[in-house]
Nanobody, 121 residues
Framework: QLQTVESGGGLVQPGGSLRLSCAAS????????IGWFRQAPGKEREGVSC????????DYADSVKGRFTIARDNAKNTVYLQMNSLKPEDTGVYYC??????????????WGQGTQVTVSS
């Protein structure tokens, strides 16, 4: 099965940090643009950030600009989402997805199971 594999989620206090990792099963992550999405219970999926295949362009939702950073490590075939200054409203299941284009509303091809991020005091 071709899918992404998310890890790094957990419980963190407001103001804390987490680093999420995105790997690939059955394909090479370096060959695709990668997007990060999140979804809270009862809410629609929200595009959080994305990075082009080359790593030369990134985009962020307004709600996370200045706090989150997306980066890729080609040597490890891994994409990270560094999440700083976390807020309770950042809580949700975070997914990474692989596609042809970096876009917060773009279509992505391969998805994973997600990793839970809970920001609570």
């Amino acid at each position: 099965q071709l899918q992404t594999v998310e890890s790094g989620g957990g419980l963190v206090q407001p103001g804390g940090s987490l680093r999420l990792s995105c790997a690939a099963s059955g394909f090479t992550l370096n060959d695709f643009a990668i997007g990060w999405f999140r979804q809270a219970p009862g809410k629609e999926r929200e595009g959080v950030s994305c990075v082009t295949k080359s790593g030369g362009f990134t985009d962020y939702a307004d709600s996370v600009k200045g706090r989150f950073t997306i980066a890729r490590d080609n040597a490890k075939n891994t994409v990270y989402l560094q999440m700083n200054s976390l807020k309770p409203e950042d809580t949700g299941v975070y997914y990474c997805a692989a596609g042809m284009v970096c876009g917060l509303n773009a279509d992505y091809i391969f998805w994973g199971q997600g990793t839970q991020v809970t920001v609570s005091s």
